[in-house]
């Protein structure tokens, strides 16, 4: 069975703070994907990135970067120089690409962002 | 280019009625997934539709049931609802189920049901 786990419930920090959203996860299967979702208060989750997991290169998108680590199993989200826009739910979720987990994502509890002017 | 679109946006209902839910995928997709999010946690995966059949399906009981058109839109059934059924539906859809389980799903706004 897979599992994904956000340790971090909330975390509140101030605008122009860098904060990181941890995400550890557990999968049986070889080869299996990442994802990253954003929740704002109207509900409609915004797909941000998937990594692959034959990919260990970090990536950077603009303020977004993250950092997939293999052997700890964990994809960790960062966001540099937070803005009150940022404020969101943020969802880890991953597939598997073969059996029961083919196709079907499996979600962590999520991590509230709170970002203050 | 239209998202995801989910009708209805709000629904009441109250024990043991039944209900549907509408999906319309994003263009270009042919692939449906559903999701129920409580309150405070994160979406658990319902089921998937492809070409008009069930591929996928989570762990929830027969009452959760499903159908993909032609036109690759979708709908969700519950009957005999129960209090514990209050939540935000969300649909997800995806381009081509046989791609791979990397495909990224794009979602919409969700239906956000009521159980009295």
């Known amino acids: 069975a897979q599992k994904v786990t956000q340790a971090q419930t909330e975390i509140s920090v101030v605008e122009k703070e860098d904060v990181t959203l941890d995400c550890v996860y557990e999968t049986r299967d070889t080869t299996y994907y990442l994802f990253w979702y954003k929740q704002p208060p109207s509900g409609e989750l915004v797909f941000l990135i998937r990594?692959?997991?034959?990919?260990?290169q970090n990536e950077i998108s603009g303020r977004y970067s993250w950092n997939f680590q293999k052997s700890t199993s964990s994809f960790n989200f960062t966001i540099t120089a937070s803005q009150v826009v940022d404020s969101a739910v943020y969802f880890c979720?991953?597939?598997?690409?073969?059996?029961?987990?083919?196709?079907?994502?499996?979600f962590g509890q999520g991590t509230i962002l709170t970002v203050h002017p | 280019d239209a998202g995801v679109t989910q009708s209805p946006t709000h629904l009441i209902k109250t024990r043991g009625q039944q209900v549907t839910l509408r999906c319309s995928p994003k263009s270009g997709h042919d692939t449906v997934s559903w999701y129920q999010q409580a309150l405070g946690q994160g979406p658990q995966f319902i089921f998937q539709?492809?070409?008009?059949?069930e591929r996928q399906r989570g762990n929830f009981p027969d009452r959760f049931s499903g159908h993909q058109f032609p036109n690759y839109s979708s709908e969700l059934n519950v009957n005999a609802l129960l209090l514990g059924d209050s939540a935000l539906y969300l649909c997800a859809s995806s381009s081509t189920w046989g791609a791979g389980g990397n495909q990224p799903q794009h979602f919409g706004d969700g239906t956000r049901l009521s159980i009295l």
């Open positions: 979720a991953l597939s598997g690409d073969g059996g029961t987990s083919y196709g079907k994502l499996t």
């Open positions: 990594r692959n997991s034959f990919d260990e």
């Open positions: 539709y492809y070409e008009e059949e």
